[in-house]
């Protein structure tokens, strides 16, 4: 039997996934109220396929329940955030899930923390609390880092179409866990050592972060001189070693923009184009607040009750609202725009979570004059038309409409 614990974002998948393929699951977490949710038959967030995935499981018996199981395979996938104020990766959650661990396990037991941490948290974080408890880690106890990929949107095919990384003390302990992750994995299974496998999955988000700064940062510098960001980087791509990413209204969610922290922290004077990045995407944000503070201008509005933010979470057709710029915007707004407060609405949030939340587009369209389209959800391309007659500032370069304001 498997104990997974966590059953957030890539636990509940993994979880659900290793069950539908035959293996025995037990899914762990501290939140009663989640585990009540699954054990009522309902997933507690919306990703295409879930809801028939979870069914299988179920079928082939997965069990959950907020109590840490007696087995000698564990797989760990709670929150790493960082240390707003060092930067480094906080790994108390990861540090409380092993100890619990260890409290109930069978010798020679598998801990595969999936959760991404920073190069070295195992080493400096898990190995002392194997020590402390008087467990010998190769013998008592194998540590695994197998760091996942999957994109929210599409973590359904990418859990089984991605290549991963494993990361082992021992070849024979990560052959293992690679016999377990075929169950359910087409593609490449890589095995090395743990080091080098929180290395590359940090690695890999930063790059994107990298990317997505230089896009961002084009737009700022077009926008300075009045030229097309999108026409040039449409053009710019022609090239074939160019690949240049879509400028947008920062980065958010749990990864891209928490992963390069624990680089900045950990190697602070060597890691300089990491640093810039993530400040460059910081200040989308506020980019945008300008933005509009320039287009209300330009039309006369003299206070933001007239203005609607379209859009909560982080990217496109997810119901994940972590570090989304539309609340990094509502946070900062009062020192940009003045007057009352503006509306908001995603069709994705249907819980109140923000002031002067709507929860219809009819509601939303009917006391906005300016939109501010934050996240490019299939209902607003789908819906373009009823924007017209509207300003809108397009922040996702989704809106086809004539005399749309860009980033
Ligand atoms: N964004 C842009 N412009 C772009 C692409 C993205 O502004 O061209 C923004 C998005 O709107 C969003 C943020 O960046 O706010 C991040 O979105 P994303 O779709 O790029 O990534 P995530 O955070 O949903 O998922 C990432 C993926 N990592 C990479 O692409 C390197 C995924 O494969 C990882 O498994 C996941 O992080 C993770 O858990 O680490």
Redesign the pocket.
Known sequence: MINVIGLGY?GLPTALILAANGNEIVGTDYNENVIMELNRGRVTFKEGGLDSLFEKAVSKGIIFSSKYQKTDMYIVSVPTPYDAASKKVDARYVVNAVEQILEVCEKGTIIVIES?VSPGTIDRYVRPVLVDKDFKSGEDIHLVHA???????NMLY?LEN?SRTIGADKPEIAEKIKKLYSSFCKAELVLTDIRTAEMT?VV??T??DI??AY??ELAKICRSDNMDVYEIIRIANKHPRVNI?????????????V?PWFLVGDYPGLANIILAARKI?DSMPEFVLERVHDIMEEHGMKDVSRVGLYGLT???N?DDMR???TLQMLKTMEKHLSGNLVSVYDPLITKDVVQNQKHSLDDFLNVVDLIVIL?GHDEIKENMDRLKGKIILDT?GVCTLEGTYRL
Do not use: M, Q, W
């Open positions: 890539i991404t760091p996942e990929r999957i994109i929210p949107g990418e991605n999955k890999e988000n790059f994107r990317n997505i896009a961002n990413l879509a400028p947008g209204p920062g980065v958010g969610g749990h990864c891209i923009s992963d995407n982080y990217k496109e997810v570090e989304s710029p996240v996702r």
